[in-house]
């Protein structure tokens, strides 16, 4: 459906459709329904910018309709989901225990600031 070179475009697109929140102060509308609006719109514009139907369709049909949009977007909740953020938090901490400290039971301060800043 989309093009390689606007693959990284619509993915960074759909990320900052999924953090965006009422309670998050940004460039979007600050309501529930407007931050919906907002990034339907912007992922509309975007399918006719660069001639793109078909994505528009998947999109709509599989991720911004309003019963797909409340199972994945935090601006779907008037609250921020704290149990999805806590197992965010959980999953990125796993994988930086298994991918970049699996040999090290309770690693020291400094090795693991030069692994957060150096490795990812």
């Not at 940004?26 to 529930?32: D, I």
């Amino acid at each position: 459906f989309v093009p390689e070179d606007l693959q990284a475009d619509v993915l960074a697109m759909m990320q900052e459709h999924f953090f965006a929140h009422s309670l998050i102060p940004a460039f979007s509308n600050p309501t529930l329904e407007g931050i919906r609006h907002w990034a339907v719109k912007q992922v509309y514009d975007w399918c006719v910018k660069h001639n793109l139907p078909g994505p528009f369709a998947y999109f709509w049909e599989n991720w911004y309709r309003s019963g797909r949009w409340a199972l994945w977007a935090r601006s779907a909740h008037p609250s921020i989901p704290r149990l999805r953020t806590t197992m965010i938090c959980e999953s990125h901490w796993r994988l930086i225990k298994c991918d970049y400290l699996p040999h090290f039971h309770s690693p020291r301060l400094d090795l693991l600031v030069w692994v957060l800043v150096r490795k990812l």
